[in-house]
């Protein structure tokens, strides 16, 4: 469930309560407050918010003044309603866009906190690597900031946002290039141990790194969906793109050019497979923007995106079957 509170100038009053008639399942009321001011207070199933909130925002545009604030709902006392709108309700939880929007956003910001994070856990992950120690390896991936900026750019996709997937692209690359100079500096001043077990992994192309990618590409973008905490997903993405980022740094600081390419790949397949994922799922859950322009422009962005990416995970499957692989 969701309050959602809308304040909007005096004059608007009516046609705000005509709007919110037309949900009766919310529970809804609309109030004077001050300076002029009304204020909506309603209480929503999960599932109907989004098209409340739609609704809220194309009346209240042409006013100069208003805002719109939504907070979750942990339990309300109201009257019953029917078994088919519960599991109409049920069936739609699904977060509302603004809210993915403000959580999504702040994986994309490149700032101090999101470089030393990068940098920590290049160094862990490379010294797990070298040391052949699982756990360290884990670690690593626990801490790395490597999902936000992913994410970021397959939502900045689904509604049509040029500028978040602009910045997340850029996050996304001053991270993988931050930790990649990181692991390459140790890989050229220690002993690279060349039989690692953890090392040698990361040079092994196969469809099931395909697979792991893709789910954890589409778990990612679910647990934004769905509200769920997205840390252990989080640590699932790092988990294929991290280490093999690693490995390729390692690797070509010990002047292993070979085993540093097919690393690469395998990073390389990765990355595309994650973002190529959570677009999809973004789309096969509805995620666009709310007029109809901007969802003109957002299905063409998708529609361009989902092709770069397919065709460019075609040929990376094409050479992990015909080639390197």
Not at 99 to 105: A, G, H, N, P, S
Not at 204 to 217: I, Q, R
Not at 229 to 252: E, F, N, Y
Request: negative net charge; glycine residues 8%; contains cysteine.
């Amino acid at each position: 469930m969701r309050l959602i509170t809308a304040a909007f100038p005096e004059g608007m009053a009516d046609t705000v309560s005509a709007t919110l008639d037309n949900f009766p399942h919310a529970q809804w009321s609309v109030s004077k407050a001050q300076d002029g001011q009304c204020q909506a207070q309603l209480v929503v199933e999960t599932g109907a918010s989004q098209t409340v909130m739609d609704k809220l925002q194309s009346v209240l545009t042409s006013a100069e003044e208003w805002r719109i604030v939504v907070l979750p709902v942990e339990a309300a006392l109201l009257p019953s309603v029917t078994e088919e709108a519960a599991e109409d309700a049920r069936e739609k939880t699904t977060a509302l866009r603004e809210e993915i929007y403000q959580d999504v956003r702040q994986g994309a910001v490149l700032d101090v906190n999101f470089l030393t994070l990068t940098i920590l856990s290049a160094v862990v992950a490379a010294l797990g690597i070298n040391a052949d120690n699982v756990a360290a390896v884990i670690g690593a991936m626990v801490i790395a900031p490597l999902l936000g900026p992913l994410l970021a750019f397959s939502f900045g996709s689904a509604i049509g946002n040029g500028e978040l997937m602009r910045k997340a692209a850029q996050t996304a690359l001053a991270g993988l290039g931050v930790g990649f100079a990181t692991a390459f500096g140790l890989g050229a001043t220690i002993d690279v141990n060349l039989s690692s077990s953890e090392l040698l992994s990361r040079t092994e192309l196969g469809l099931d790194s395909v697979a792991l990618a893709l789910a954890s590409g589409a778990a990612a973008a679910l647990s934004v969906l769905t509200g769920i905490s997205s840390v252990l997903v989080g640590v699932m993405v790092a988990v294929a793109i991290l280490p093999p980022s690693v490995a390729v740094a390692l690797l070509l600081g010990a002047g292993e050019g070979v085993l540093a390419a097919r690393a690469f790949a395998l990073l390389a397949t990765n990355v595309v497979c994650v973002i190529l994922a959570s677009q999809i799922a973004f789309a096969w859950k509805g995620v666009r923007p709310r007029t109809w322009l901007e969802r003109r422009s957002a299905k063409r962005s998708t529609q361009i995106n989902l092709a770069v990416w397919a065709i460019l995970l075609a040929a990376l499957v094409a050479l992990i079957v015909f080639g390197v692989g």
